[in-house]
């Protein structure tokens, strides 16, 4: 397998968001206790969330080989550019590494990590792979890649057990819910083809573009209202301006959802999904900055 090859396994474009998670809440946590800024461990962490993404790719990949052969069949594995053997090796050398590079931050993030290998796989694999089961497959997603990233970005600052990583967490899985939806648009010939029940299968995409649409919109407006309530602490007007700013951004991704619910004709997927990830990356960021100006 070449470095070009592995580097598409990969996925890079879902990279930045799991970054940005680590990076603004160790800031966060780090501003909203005055305290020093530990950048050893704030990189060792990066590099285990950076691993961990990689692994749950890979994974996904493998169990999701049929359905890509419809969908993606440019990706390395349908396209012959890798081997089964060499995906699971990929895999297990890349989920090793996360696990490792967790232990070497604290205990707190090492079990954010440890709880997150096996919920990713499990939404992937059999037996379980709850990525066939409508609604059950948001929450499962929204768990790791919502509320334990924010919770293990907190972590990783020293702040695991703080009001503000839990309420922010509990926010950012809300938002998944319904906004990991996004990615199934495009993908309902595969999906359906392999038994995948996703919304717009089991809905069609009109409907389910409706029932997404709110969650890419009102957890952001939850930012202010929980600043208001006492919840967040940091500075009050820039959770305003920040949730403002990605309710705004939300609502163009629900705009161009509810307009063309099946994407592009070209399969590829749909405006939303991007967007969906351009929001999660400037949360993460935005909140750390929000805490910066406190």
Known sequence: MTASVFWRMLRPVTLPAPVAGVIGGALAATFH?????HVWRIAAAVASALTLTGASNIVNQ???????????????????????????????ALGSAAVVLGAMVNPAYFACIVFTLPVTVSYSMPPLRFKRLPLIANMVIATPRGLLLVVA??????????RDAWVLGALAWLYLVGAATTKDFADVKGDRATGCRTLPILWGAKRAAWFVAPFLVVPFLGYPAAASLGWLDGNRTGWFVLGGALAALGLIAAALLIRNPNGPDSGRPHPA?????LQLTFA???????????
């Open 62 to 92: 493998i169990a999701d080989i049929e359905t890509d052969r419809i969908n993606r069949p440019e990706r390395p594995l349908p396209a012959g550019e890798v081997s089964m053997r060499q995906a699971w090796l990929s895999f297990v």
């Open 153 to 162: 970005g907190w972590a990783a600052g020293g702040g695991f057990l703080e």
């Open 273 to 277: 999904w991007g967007l969906m990830y």
């Open 284 to 294: 993460h960021v935005g909140a750390a900055a929000v805490y910066a100006a406190a």
């Open 33 to 37: 206790a005055d305290a020093p800024i």
